[in-house]
C-alpha cells in the first residue's frame, strides 16, 4: 500500500505556506508564494482575495512538485487564516470589496462605540477597549461607510469562512474565529444579540453563516472546481480550519493547560489553555469558550505589529544590502549581534498599527527614541527587534497578573529564523524558550487538523504526540536581562505618558 500524506497550509499576512507531511509530521515538500497588502490610509490594511486563491494555486504545485507525492495518497487537506479578516460576499462566494485585513484599525471609532454599550458580552475583551480589529467593529464601519456593498452582502464572513467555501462549495464558521473575534458565547446562547441590537448591528446576524463547526471536523471532500484548480483529488478531505495562530497552538503542541505559546509573523500572539473560566480587567483578552478545544478556554495577548516592522524596515530602508551574504536579513543579523543590550541608548514603541494588549488601543503609533548620529542600520534593526520584545514582555505582565504562570514558552513562525531575535525575547523576558523542529507551526498545525479530520488520529493528545517535537532550547542570559529591565521600565511609561498626545497626533493624519 503507498504511503499516505497530508497537507497543512497557512495564509499568513504576507504569503501563502503549503506543507506536505507524513503521517508522522515530518514534511516532504513546501512552498511559500507572497501576496500584496494595500496600506491606502495610516491604519488602514487590505488584501485581495483572488490574490490568496492564485497564491494558494501556486504554492501548492510547487509543493507537490518538491514532494514528488502523488495527489492521489493526500488522505486530507486543513488550513489556518488570518483573523479577524473581515469580507462583504455574495452566496456565489464572489467579494464584493477587498478583505478588510486582521491588522485594519480603521474601525477605532466603532470600537469605543461598542465599547460605551457596556454590554455584558465584553467580558471577553477583560471589561476594557474594544479592540478595532474584531469583527462587530468592521462589520459597523462597513455598514456606516459602505452601506451599499454592506446591504448587497448576502455573506459577512471571515478569509477563513471564504477559503472553506472555496475548497469545499460549503458556508460554515468554525467555533475559534466566532468565539474570539466575534463574541459568540456558546455556553451562554451563542452570539450576544443584546451586544449586536445596541449598534444597530443585528441584521449582521442573517449574514453570518449559519454552520458552525469545531477545527477539525470532517467537512467532506474537496470539489471538483478546487481540486482541478489545485491540482489535487477530489477524494482529498477537508478539515475545518480557522486563525492561524489559533491552529499554531497544535504544531507547537499548547493545547493544555500549563504551557504559553507565542506565534511570531507579521504579529505576536500569545496565548495559553485554561479551564478556569474567570474574566478580569488587566488587558488580556478571554478566556474563550472553545478557543481550540470544546474543554477549554483560550486566554490570549498580542502585539498587532511585530514581525510586520521587521519587514517594513528591511523592505524601506536597507536594500543596499540585498547583495551581502545571506541577504538583508543576513547581514543585519550579524551586524546586531555585535550590539549591547539596549542598542546604545535606543528605545522602540512597537505601536505601527496600534496596541492590542494591554492597553486595546488603535489610535496610537509606532515610536522610536533616542536617535542619535552614531547610529547605524544594525543599531535600528537591534532596537526593532528590543522593542517587539518589550511589547512581548508587557503581554506576559499581562498573564502574570492574571495568575498564569510564564517561565517557559513555545515558539513558532518567523521569529524563529533568528538566533538573535530568539535570544532578545529570553533575555527581556528571562524566560526558556523552547523551538519545535518544524518551526512552520501553523502549517503544521492544520496538517493536525487534518489528521483528525480524516480519523488518522483519534485525540488530538495522539497526534501531537506523533507529529511534533523539539529542536532548540534557549536560556536566557542573566547579566543582559539585568540591563533590559531597566529598559523595559521606560517602555511601560510610555503610554500613560504620552498615550494622549500619541492619539492627537494620530487624528491629524486623518
Not at 117 to 124: C, G, I, S, W
Not at 182 to 203: R, T
Not at 414 to 439: R, Y
Amino acid at each position: 500500500m503507498a504511503e499516505k500524506y497530508l497537507i497543512g497550509f497557512d495564509m499568513g499576512t504576507g504569503s501563502v505556506r503549503v506543507g506536505i507531511y507524513k503521517l508522522d509530521g515530518h514534511e516532504v515538500g513546501f512552498a511559500v508564494t507572497e501576496y500584496n497588502t494595500y496600506h491606502e490610509r495610516p491604519g488602514w490594511a487590505e488584501q485581495k482575495p483572488e490574490d490568496w486563491w492564485n497564491c494558494l494555486q501556486n504554492s501548492m504545485k510547487e509543493a507537490l512538485k518538491k514532494s514528488g507525492v502523488d495527489k492521489k495518497d493526500i488522505i486530507a487537506i486543513g488550513y489556518d487564516v488570518t483573523a479577524c479578516s473581515v469580507m462583504l460576499c455574495k452566496k456565489d462566494g464572489t467579494p464584493l470589496r477587498d478583505c478588510l485585513l486582521w491588522m485594519d484599525v480603521r474601525s477605532y471609532k466603532e470600537a469605543e462605540e461598542i465599547r460605551a454599550t457596556n454590554d455584558p458580552a465584553l467580558k471577553f475583551n477583560g471589561f476594557g477597549n474594544v479592540s478595532a480589529e474584531w469583527m462587530p467593529c468592521k462589520a459597523l464601519w462597513l455598514k456606516k461607510n459602505e452601506p451599499e456593498n454592506y446591504n448587497n452582502a448576502d455573506v459577512v464572513c471571515e478569509c477563513a469562512d471564504w477559503i472553506t467555501y472555496k475548497l469545499t462549495g460549503k458556508w460554515t464558521i468554525n467555533m475559534s474565529n466566532i468565539s474570539a473575534r466575534w463574541y459568540y458565547d456558546k455556553p451562554n446562547g451563542g452570539f450576544p444579540e443584546s451586544l449586536y441590537s445596541a449598534i444597530g448591528l443585528q441584521d449582521v446576524l442573517d449574514k453570518f453563516p449559519k454552520e458552525i463547526h469545531r477545527l477539525g471536523d470532517n467537512l467532506g471532500t474537496l470539489s471538483e472546481e478546487a481540486a482541478e484548480f489545485l491540482g489535487l483529488s477530489t477524494d482529498t478531505i477537508v478539515a475545518q480550519g480557522g486563525p492561524d495562530a489559533y491552529i499554531g497552538c497544535f504544531g507547537l503542541g499548547v493545547i493544555s493547560p500549563g504551557k504559553i505559546a507565542l506565534i511570531t509573523g507579521s504579529s505576536h500572539l500569545i496565548l495559553g489553555q485554561t479551564d478556569v473560566f474567570k474574566y478580569t480587567k488587566n488587558g488580556m483578552f478571554g478566556p474563550f469558550p472553545g478557543g481550540i478545544r470544546d474543554d477549554y478556554g483560550m486566554v490570549e495577548g498580542g502585539q498587532t505589529s511585530s514581525g510586520s516592522i521587521i519587514s517594513w524596515y528591511k523592505n524601506t530602508f536597507c536594500q543596499d544590502l540585498k547583495d551581502k551574504e545571506g541577504g538583508i536579513y543576513g547581514e543585519l543579523n550579524r551586524e546586531a549581534a555585535k550590539i549591547a543590550p539596549g542598542s546604545d541608548g535606543l528605545l522602540v514603541l512597537d505601536w505601527w498599527q496600534g496596541n492590542r494588549t494591554p492597553y486595546t488601543d488603535g489610535s496610537i503609533r509606532g515610536n522610536i527614541y533616542g536617535l542619535s548620529l552614531n547610529h547605524t542600520q544594525a543599531h535600528l534593526f537591534r532596537a526593532m527587534m528590543e522593542g517587539v520584545a518589550y511589547g512581548t514582555e508587557n503581554v506576559f505582565q499581562s498573564f502574570r497578573d492574571a495568575g498564569y504562570e510564564v517561565e517557559e514558552i513555545y515558539m513558532g513562525g518567523g521569529t524563529t529564523n533568528s538566533d538573535l531575535f530568539m535570544q532578545i525575547h529570553a533575555d527581556v523576558s528571562n524566560v526558556v524558550v523552547n523551538v519545535p523542529e518544524d518551526p512552520q507551526s501553523c502549517a503544521l498545525g492544520s496538517a493536525i487538523l487534518a489528521s483528525i479530520g480524516a480519523g488518522v488520529y483519534e485525540t488530538f493528545e495522539e497526534a501531537v504526540a506523533h507529529m511534533v517535537r523539539y529542536s532548540k532550547r534557549i536560556e536566557p542570559i542573566p547579566e543582559n536581562h539585568e540591563v533590559y529591565k531597566k529598559y523595559f521600565a521606560q517602555y511601560r511609561k510610555a503610554y500613560d505618558k504620552f498615550g494622549d498626545w500619541m492619539k492627537e497626533t494620530t487624528a491629524l493624519a486623518k
